[in-house]
Nanobody, 121 residues
Framework: QVQLVESGGGLVQAGGSLRLSCAAS????????MGWYRQAPGKQRELVAS???????NYVDSVKGRFTISRDNAKKTVSLQMVSLKPEDTALYYC???????????????WGQGTQVTVSS
């Protein structure tokens, strides 16, 4: 009922920048939080950054000052600008959205397919 499509991953050298984007579509009534998780090989998935519909943001400590999340409620998009990338930022990045759908007004979390970010040293 809800699709999240990500773009923008890739390979970059340490110190470089990347911008991830995610667009939500489908049978959406309202979107609450949107954001990004990441999962590196052998590690648990962790929340990188999130943004509420009201504009409040939250970041994991390891990316504070380097990553910036932005959201366009009208376009149903969320982006993650990443600068000063480090090899430890290498992971599969997933967009997520906390959504209530129109059919039955059911609320749930939805995920994108993931986009790979690789930072070489």
């Amino acid at each position: 009922q809800v699709q999240l499509v990500e773009s923008g991953g890739g390979l970059v050298q340490a110190g470089g920048s990347l911008r991830l984007s995610c667009a939500a579509s489908g049978n959406i009534f309202v979107i609450y939080d949107m954001g990004w998780y990441r999962q590196a090989p052998g590690k648990q998935r962790e929340l990188v950054a999130s943004a509420t519909s009201g504009g409040s943001t939250n970041y994991v400590d390891s990316v504070k000052g380097r990553f910036t999340i932005s959201r366009d409620n009208a376009k149903k998009t969320v982006s993650l600008q990443m600068v000063s990338l480090k090899p430890e930022d290498t992971a599969l990045y997933y967009c997520y959205a906390d959504v209530t759908v129109r059919d039955g007004l059911v609320r749930g979390d939805y995920w994108g397919q993931g986009t790979q970010v690789t930072v070489s040293s």
